[in-house]
């Protein structure tokens, strides 16, 4: 498989991905949003294409916070068709004390190179504010989620062979926000999943991600993104990494 088509399969392939690039958070109860582009071409020995867009919003009070996540990933190699990846996300998080929280979520993503026609999940639990200042936020959480998968070509699951499979897991996280300086930022985020339904299975994640300001509105972005499941399915690698770095564009 072509590097490029390694990398490509890395994102988005084990879970819905989240905008790391750094929108702007104010308890005020208005809308602000940020929007993050990457493109890569080649050509010579290998010809190819990669665009990446995401975009995320943010409504937050003192007491809560609706956050909408999305990304696109278009990817052309040499001769082969064009092929493309979708994710979409959405979190709820309230205050129930000074430190402890609600929160619940919905994420779906479409990954055909990684057979999933559609993945779709829900979930909901309670976190524990560690540290909350304004330059330095830490939160744990934990609860419970159901996933619903449908597949490209059917693919075996459990030892039968399954065009859908859905399943309860436990949702643990960490999550940090870090503001280095004046125009850096540092967040990141690692989750574990395991598998209420098959003992012993389990999907982990972790993305992290700097952004540096170039302006009030643009800034430099990078972040690398790490997706472990310890059951791909058949002819999938357990684990993609992928680093992507871009340029952001905020509306505040």
């Not at 929007?35 to 010809?47: E, W």
């Not at 449908?150 to 399954?162: L, N, S």
Request: glycine share 10%.
């Amino acid at each position: 498989m072509p590097p490029t088509r390694l990398l490509a399969t890395a994102c988005l392939a084990a879970a819905p991905l989240l905008s790391f690039a750094q929108v702007t958070v104010k308890n005020d109860g208005q809308w602000r949003a940020l929007f993050t582009a990457g493109a890569s071409v080649s050509s010579g020995n290998s010809d190819s294409t990669t665009v990446n867009l995401s975009g995320e919003a943010v409504k937050a009070s003192t007491t809560d916070k609706l956050s909408l996540n999305g990304r696109a990933m278009y990817l052309k190699d040499d001769d082969s068709d064009a092929e493309q990846r979708y994710a979409f996300g959405a979190h709820y998080q309230r205050d129930l004390t000074d430190r402890i929280f609600g929160f619940g979520q919905f994420d779906a993503l479409k990954d055909e190179p990684a057979n999933l026609s559609s993945r779709l999940s829900v979930g909901g639990g309670a976190g524990y504010h560690l540290i909350k200042r304004d330059d330095l936020t830490w939160d744990v959480s934990g609860g419970l989620g159901y996933t619903h998968e449908r597949y490209v070509a059917p693919a075996i699951v459990d030892g039968v062979t399954r065009s859908r499979y859905g399943n309860l897991e436990v949702l643990l996280a960490e999550e940090s926000n870090h503001k280095v300086s004046d125009n850096t930022t540092l967040k990141q985020r690692l989750a574990y999943l395991p598998d209420l339904r098959n003992s012993g299975e389990y999907r982990a994640t972790f993305d992290g991600g700097l952004s540096v300001a170039m302006t009030k509105r643009l800034s430099l972005t990078a972040t690398v993104q790490h997706r472990y499941d310890s059951n791909p399915g058949e002819g999938l690698k357990k684990n993609d990494t992928l680093f992507i770095t871009g340029v952001s564009f905020r509306i505040d």
